[in-house]
């Protein structure tokens, strides 16, 4: 019997780690208590989606077969019971799935929390606003809700011209903080638009820098991307009491040079309210602040400008992979 196209979608399904994409028709999911149904235009990729193809991101299980796709933009058409902050119609943005058993964006429709979700940025497009939940997310946990980020402060992002860190420099300046970034030399003119100081690591030592940038005292406030040896400069590069975040901190580092300087660190995991429950709702709570912003001409995406249908996401997620990327690869599911 052919199933009911009103009730199914296009989506596609990923068999075994590693394997393409098997793009087939699936039922379409319906808003259960405390959801919205979206139907998606875009869906942003991220190294964490790839990772967890290849069965690589043991912090991010997804049991298989699953739809992949953490990052998602596109228009309510139902809302659960007990939905009252959105209605159809609404164009949404969120980080809402591909991990822990919750259905992915690499699909036509998506049933999703709630909370977890914002209206979309006026002044994007669906592309542009797929490509900012869990960056944004995870450079607003560590800035804002760690480290209290204030004006006048003086911030260092480890990485300023990656995914996290471009988002880290705008909305370290956006409230109000001065602002360097490390990068390599071919990234250091990008970093510079963003309106940080560029720092090229590889040309001068943690202690150069420190001393050439804040006589010797060193940063308020060190948002680190990279983990492993970053994360101990970055412990070197903080000044005495101050605060040292890092969204990639999984490895065994020395805390001496923290705790000497009396110094103060933070973790951040941005899938922990996805996979367990808690906390959905200050995801929600930062995209509609970052929305602000966004209106505001302070936080825009850096997107790739190649466009990849549904049809192409092994495309996509091999752009990000080979390094190619010239900013946030997004799928498009909806035109």
Known sequence: ?????????????LDAYDAPFRLTEVARPVAGPGQVLVRIAASGVNPLDTK????????????LPAILGIDLAGEVVAVGPGVTAFRPG????????????????????????AD??????????MREAAALPLITITAWEGLVDRANVQPGQTVLVQGGAGGVGHVAVQIARAFGAAVWATESAGKLALVERLGATAIDYRAETVEAYVARHTGGHGFDLVYDTA???????????VRRFGHVVSCLGWGTHALAPLSFRAATYS???????????EGM??????????????????????LDPRRFPL????????????????????????F
């Open 90 to 113: 609404d164009q949404v943005y969120g980080m809402t799935g591909g991990v822990g058993g919750r259905q992915g964006s690499l699909a036509e429709y998506a049933a999703v929390q």
């Open 52 to 63: 967890i193809r290849a069965g690589a991101a043991a912090h991010a299980k997804h049991p």
């Open 116 to 125: 977890l979700l914002a209206h979309k940025p006026a002044n994007l497009t």
């Open 1 to 13: 019997m052919s199933q009911d196209p009103n009730n199914t979608m296009r989506a596609l399904v």
């Open 227 to 237: 983990g492993g040896p970053v994360l101990d400069a970055s412990f070197q590069a």
């Open 267 to 277: 973790g951040v995991f941005t899938l922990l309210p996805m996979l367990t429950g």
């Open 311 to 334: 049809e192409q996401a092994d495309e996509a997620h091999t752009a990000v992979t080979d390094g190619s990327a010239g900013g946030k690869i997004v799928v498009d599911i909806a």
């Open 281 to 302: 709702a200050n995801h929600g709570e930062i995209l509609r602040r970052a929305a602000a912003l966004v209106e505001a001409g302070k936080l825009l995406p850096r």
